[in-house]
């Protein structure tokens, strides 16, 4: 089946949503940025996140499209553990929600998670962490910037470059305008129209196929989906709950909300939004299940939730579909344009080519960061090289060779950077070996072992001390 | 081992349980916070 045969909405309706949607984000893009004169304001919403926006931002991030439609294909593909395995995810959330708490008061002047790598292990460490941070980050965004694509190609038929360049350019125009303030603005709406979305789409397809014959058709056709013991399925689930703690744990996305959260409010937030977070690859993810009931042939794997929507909610499921991941797209979008923004602007403008940069300087640059992130993510997304969950698996012996030297590097006095670089970058390499050896599903399991090990052995071997007070280090 | 029908019942009601209860929260902290003055 051809996916502009299997679109459900007239392309005009497609473009009549895309344009209602856009004028709001950019709107209140420029509304709640254009008060944001100093960097501070602009980067990091002036600092006093309060814990409702802090919760929602964090919740929605995390809800990308690669939760609205990677969840169906994991179900599709994996069954139950799939779902559950995904669900793991929020585990990240969860241990991230101390570590925020203390990267709040050891670092209160912190910009970014490279400020934290740099003045912990030092400039070695430093450039291994941004290698590993800016090669996720593209890939993450290139990810997102494909899924607009397919979203809008799957629902409406119009071309998946012409779909992905407009979803791309609206969200890097909302984000140039407002910074973070507009990114966690537009996600507390975008959060509740995602939750409103799925639990109207979950509760039409039980109302329209039924456990019981969901469950019979799948147990005909696809019985290795209800299966416990799939073992393939089973270390996904690890991969992915190491996967989704080494992305959190690393990334400035996270890190730069924590400095951006009033006092106080980051434990409560990423607690919060973990716990809620946890529900929501099931609640998206099931439907993909009631394919075999319906009889859908499904061209790809990536495409499963919007044609299950479309078949069985038909024009009014395809609209909600739409909206849902359009909010989804946008929240995770927009928070990783600002915040690898952030890490090119401290860690690479300002780190190593214009030291004395003054902060208007950097304010002036910020924009243009996103812009040309924006532009080199679109540049990427063009060919769509792979699908969604192939390209998040990738990087997955990435960030999980992370995890370890900075949560011991948080915590532990006696970290030393020797063992961090290489718990970084053997982890990653082996991680990677593993990946290609034996599958997509072992990369972040190996990697964060790997990686586990190495800081392990290497802070026993030849402790070190640090002066947690060299963290502080004065602010732009 | 395969999941029952009723497992299957069970555990998407739990999970949407949770998650339809989760935007009227966002909501009450919201206002909890706008009127203090602290959404930012």
């Given at each position: 089946m051809n996916p502009v045969n299997s679109a459900i909405l007239d392309p005009s309706l497609g473009w009549g949503i895309l344009a209602a949607f856009s004028v709001l984000w950019v709107w209140l893009g420029w509304f709640w940025g254009r008060r944001a004169k100093e960097l501070d304001d602009y980067v990091l919403a002036g600092r006093r996140v309060g814990l409702a926006l802090g919760t929602a931002t964090a919740m929605a991030t995390w809800v990308t499209s690669n939760t609205t439609m990677a969840a169906p294909q994991l179900a599709y593909q994996m069954g139950i553990w799939g779902m559950l395995g995904y669900s793991l995810g929020s585990v990240g959330l969860i241990l991230f929600a101390p570590l925020a708490r203390r990267i709040r008061a050891l670092m209160p002047g912190g910009f970014t998670s490279g400020d934290f790598i740099r003045l912990r292990y030092g400039k070695t460490a430093w450039r291994i962490f941004l290698a590993i941070s800016l090669f996720y980050g593209l890939g993450w965004l290139i990810s997102l910037g494909m899924a607009g694509g397919i979203l809008i190609n799957a629902l409406t038929g119009i071309d998946y470059r012409l779909g992905m360049s407009v979803i791309l350019?609206?969200?890097?125009?909302?984000?140039?305008?407002?910074?973070?303030?507009?990114?966690?603005?537009?996600?507390?709406?975008?959060t509740l129209l995602i939750l409103f979305g799925i639990l109207i789409l979950a509760w039409l397809a039980i109302d329209a196929v039924g456990f019981e014959r969901m469950h019979e058709a799948v147990s005909e056709e696809r019985p290795e989906l209800l299966n416990l013991l799939m073992p393939a399925a089973i270390m996904f689930l690890f991969n992915n709950l190491l996967f989704g703690v080494g992305e959190i744990f690393h990334s400035n996305?996270?890190?730069?909300?924590?400095?951006?959260?009033?006092?106080?409010?980051?434990?409560?937030?990423?607690?919060?939004?973990?716990?809620?977070?946890?529900?929501?690859?099931?609640?998206a993810g099931f439907i993909a299940l009631a394919a075999p009931a319906l009889g859908l042939n499904v061209p790809a794997a990536d495409m499963v939730g919007p044609l299950v929507a479309a078949n069985l909610l038909g024009v009014g499921g395809a609209i909600l579909v739409f909206i849902v991941v359009f909010s989804a797209l946008a929240s995770s979008l927009d928070s990783l344009l600002a915040a690898t923004s952030d890490l090119v602007l401290q860690d690479i403008y300002r780190?190593?080519?214009?030291?004395?940069?003054?902060?208007?300087?950097?304010?002036?640059?910020?924009?243009w960061v996103v812009v040309g992130l924006g532009v080199v993510a679109w540049l990427l997304c063009l060919p769509r090289l792979t699908t969604l969950a192939a390209l998040l698996h990738f990087t997955g012996a990435f960030v999980a060779?992370?995890?370890?030297?900075?949560?011991?590097?948080?915590?532990?006095?006696?970290?030393?950077?020797?063992g961090a670089m290489a718990a970084m970058v053997l982890g990653t390499a082996i991680g990677l070996g593993a990946y290609f050896l034996i599958g997509f599903y072992v990369a972040a399991l190996v990697s964060a072992l790997v990686s586990m090990?190495?800081?392990?052995?290497?802070?026993?071997l030849a402790p070190r001390d640090f002066d947690w007070a060299s963290l502080n280090e004065r602010g732009l | 081992m395969t999941v029952s029908v009723s497992f299957l019942t069970t555990m998407v009601t739990i999970a949407l349980a949770v998650t339809l209860v989760s935007p009227f929260v966002l909501l009450i902290l919201w206002l909890r916070d706008w009127r203090k003055g602290k959404l930012w």
């Open positions: 350019a609206i969200c890097v125009l909302y984000t140039v305008l407002g910074g973070l303030r507009a990114v966690i603005g537009t996600d507390f709406i975008q996305v996270w890190w730069s909300r924590a400095f951006a959260f009033d006092k106080g409010v980051g434990f409560k937030a990423y607690l919060t939004a973990g716990i809620f977070w946890m529900p929501i690859p099931v609640v780190g190593h080519l214009r030291p004395r940069a003054s902060p208007e300087e950097l304010r002036r640059a910020a924009r060779s992370t995890i370890w030297p900075i949560a011991a590097g948080l915590y532990w006095r006696r970290t030393n950077p020797t090990c190495i800081v392990l052995a290497s802070t026993w | -």
